[in-house]
């Protein structure tokens, strides 16, 4: 699975390919709002631009969706590697920086380790779901899972 390096919080965690960042980040606890977008953000819908993320680097060129015309437009004058966390779907490995625009205790070295640090690529893919002939065939061998399966009033197998 793609993994997501928050940089400030010191935290990878694994997400499926084409997760919201933003969805996975309040999953996980990062906290990726500043005291305004705790007060009042537009729950994900690209209005508020509070969510905004720093991409450090990426594991593979286009590791999240391209901008949206909403962060175009949002993010006209701020630097070209801010994103909105609500509007990017994470497809491969990355590293972002949350709230960029606030100071980062020994900053420059947090980022220059995070660009270095190789990042796992994952699986580019959902994981497929096992289909009801599959486990039916895997549950055929096994007496004790059928006779479960099959005895449903309570009765002696």
């Known amino acids: 699975m793609p993994v997501i390096r928050f940089v400030r ?17 309040l999953r996980e606890g990062v906290e990726i709002y500043g005291l305004k977008g705790k007060l009042g953000n537009c729950n994900g819908c690209g209005q508020c631009i509070t969510c905004f993320v720093g991409v450090v680097s990426e594991g593979v060129p286009g590791a999240l969706t391209g901008r949206t015309a909403v962060e175009e437009a ?9 994103r909105l966390a609500c509007q990017a779907l994470v ?5 972002v920086l949350t709230r960029p625009q606030v100071g980062l205790a020994d900053g420059a070295a947090r980022l220059e380790a995070a660009r270095q640090a190789p990042l796992p690529l994952g699986p580019v893919a959902w ?10 065939k895997e549950g055929a061998g096994d007496p004790g899972r059928v006779a479960s399966e099959t005895t449903t009033s309570g009765e002696a197998p």
């Open 91 to 95: 497809l491969h490995s990355v590293s």
């Open 127 to 136: 994981p497929e779901k096992e289909t009801e002939e599959e486990s039916l």
């Open 74 to 82: 949002k993010l006209r004058r701020r630097p070209q590697d801010w």
């Open 9 to 25: 919080e010191g935290l990878e965690v694994e997400c499926f390919p084409g997760e919201n960042l933003r969805e996975v980040a």
